[in-house]
């Protein structure tokens, strides 16, 4: 199975912050990688898929980037809705996996 | 607009079995596969299994193979997962989820989950 390893697991932010959240793979999967928000309490939400096509509706301050093994998800300025968990997943293949994810905290 | 509604989950004893019920709306239910995610209190997201938009193709995890089984019922807009041999690590929110597209294997839709539980 391929492993998608998140870094941070958990990162403390301001409002206004520039946040980063990378994603590595264990193998190449070219660009089958999508981004999901969790809030508590919330069923995740799609925020990126193709590692870097952004989904309808979503503010353009998420911006996903990478290819082959390594992926970043962008957040340009972190507004007080985005405090939430994220998490990366591959669908190069099966079975489909998820990154452990990481949770976002309001510093 | 989409919406997807679980049922079905409950309480239930180690070694048992549990059929999970999803009732789509909103969408074309026979243009797209449907997958069940799962998530245990407090852990991160576990992809169990995928239904193609006829049926006739489904993919499991590892850890439900031959104890768990994925079906639809077009006509009635309708997902299904059916769960035997039940064990304690299988404790978790369920979540019928739609694909982005008619095999695209991203999670572009989820209901708000069925909450299983097995304990004796």
């Known amino acids: 199975a391929i492993q998608l390893t998140q870094s941070p697991s958990s990162l403390s932010a301001s409002v206004g912050d520039r946040v980063t959240i990378t994603c590595r793979a264990s193998?190449?999967?070219?660009?089958?990688l999508a981004w999901y928000q969790q809030t508590p309490g919330k069923a995740p939400k799609l925020l990126i898929n193709?590692?870097?096509s952004l989904e309808s509706g979503v503010p353009s301050r998420f911006s996903g980037s990478g290819s082959g093994t390594d992926f970043t998800l962008t957040i340009s300025s972190l507004q007080p809705e985005d405090f939430a968990t994220y998490y990366c997943?591959?669908?190069?293949?099966?079975?489909?996996?998820f990154g452990g994810g990481t949770k976002v905290e309001i510093k | 607009e989409v919406q997807l509604v679980e049922s079905g989950g409950g309480v239930v004893q180690p070694g048992g079995s549990l059929r999970l019920s999803c009732a789509a709306s909103?969408?074309?239910?026979?243009?797209?596969?449907m997958h069940w995610v799962r998530q245990a209190p407090g852990k991160g997201l576990e992809w169990v299994s995928l239904?193609?938009?006829?049926?006739?193709?489904?993919y499991h995890a590892d850890f439900v193979k031959g104890r768990f089984s994925i079906t639809r019922d077009n006509s009635k807009d309708s997902l299904y997962l059916h769960m035997g041999s039940l064990r304690a690590e299988d404790t978790a929110l369920y979540y019928c989820?739609?694909?982005?597209?008619?095999?695209?294997?991203?999670?572009?839709?989820w209901g708000q989950g069925t909450l299983v539980t097995v304990s004796s």
């Open positions: 239904i193609s938009r006829d049926g006739g193709s489904t």
């Open positions: 193998q190449g999967i070219s660009s089958a």
């Open positions: 997943q591959q669908f190069n293949g099966y079975p489909l996996t």
């Open positions: 909103g969408f074309s239910f026979d243009d797209y596969a």
């Open positions: 193709d590692a870097s």
């Open positions: 989820v739609k694909d982005i597209d008619i095999w695209g294997d991203s999670f572009h839709v």
